[in-house]
């Protein structure tokens, strides 16, 4: 008999649903479990005709839609109104392929966008991987057999849905596993660094999208730091807007930067404003895993990185206004937990540098750094590598 493997289902729009996948492949990977892995497809490779159309309608829509003004509102306002626990039209339409090509096998399924669980319904095997936080409306659906979420709180918003406490596995913090290697030596040297030197390294990340409105304050609060003696470190992706329009910045306001492509290598003592550009989910991560030992803060939306600011002790400023409906939940926690301080609006970024350079920077950093150290378990991955291989291993 053919053993079942685990099947991999991605949507590949923007990062953030599509990294969570990413993690637990790796996981898998360095665990030398792989095996149990029967490949990785996503909805565009699947699909055909009207329902590939409306899938790339999706993307344009989270393309555009995440640059503000009133298209954003109206994006948020789609985001919000989702119920995909009551398909309408569209939702059909996107379902279509994921039926046809999935609910007639038995493989164990891993999705995590909730509109693929609800699409896989009374399907045998559906593991659903809600890596943030945050759990609004939208992502409360049925159809999993088993739920993956990070913490004891977001298993309850399931459990009120009507899962069962056993089919929601509480797995920690997900992030990178390069990272959490990482975790332990990088939080020590930063803080030393914040209490022995006046010198400050910033990361600067846009979503997948990279809305405008985010890059506009990406750049001012890069031009900030930048301006006041600290070292910044874009990661763009490669000739994309937060690349132009920080180039256009620099150039403007005559600051020395270097801009780093895939194959070059870095060098700690380069310019004050390096741009790390990338392409690929792949690249970015490698990229920031060379030089996450190096940064003091970060500057970001409340997305997936929000794990970071709550599980590796990486102080966070985050990056206004509020796109879709994770990040404004995401960010009210990590304002409740002080791991974090909110970059609203342009006058805030334009003067970042008096939170992370000027006086009593290093204590205020430092008590971020330790409030997002400790609390939180950062294993997610490993932990969910565990349980698919004490799950279906048996079954190889």
Known sequence: MQPNRIQFLYTNIGRGHPFYLDGIIEALIRKGQI?????????FAISGGITKTAWQLVRLMYRLGSSGGLTGHLYNRLRSDADYNRPGM???????????????????IVVAHPILTAALRGRSEVIYQHGELAAPSESLVHGATKVLVPTEETAGRFVEIGYTPESVLVTGLCIEPPLV????????????????TDSRTGAFFSSGAEPTEHVKRLSLAAMSVAHAGGRVIVFVQRHGRLQRDSTEQLDKHGLRYTILNEHDPVVSDSDAV????????????????????????????????????????????????QIGS????????????????????????????????????AERLSAMARAGWGRHAINGFEVIADYLHDEYAAHQ
């Not at 569209?90 to 164990?108: A, G, K, W």
């Not at 994770?326 to 304002?335: F, I």
């Open 35 to 43: 095996g149990l892995v029967r490949g990785e497809t996503d909805v």
């Open 90 to 108: 569209v939702q059909r339409i996107l379902s279509r392929s994921v039926i046809r090509e999935f609910n007639r096998r038995t493989d164990p």
């Open 181 to 196: 290697r990482q975790a332990g030596d990088a939080f020590e040297t930063r803080l030393d660094r914040l209490g022995q």
């Open 274 to 321: 390096t741009l790390i550009t990338f392409a690929t989910r792949r690249e970015l991560a490698h990229r920031t895993a060379q030089l996450f030992p190096e940064f003091d803060f970060m500057v970001a939306p409340a997305h997936e990185r929000s794990n970071w600011a709550l599980g590796l002790g990486l102080p966070m400023f985050i990056v206004g206004p």
């Open 326 to 361: 994770y990040a404004p939940h995401n960010s009210c926690r990590l304002l409740d937990e002080k791991v974090a301080v909110l970059i609203n609006t342009e006058d805030h970024a334009r003067n970042l540098e008096r939170l992370v350079v000027g006086s009593g920077s």
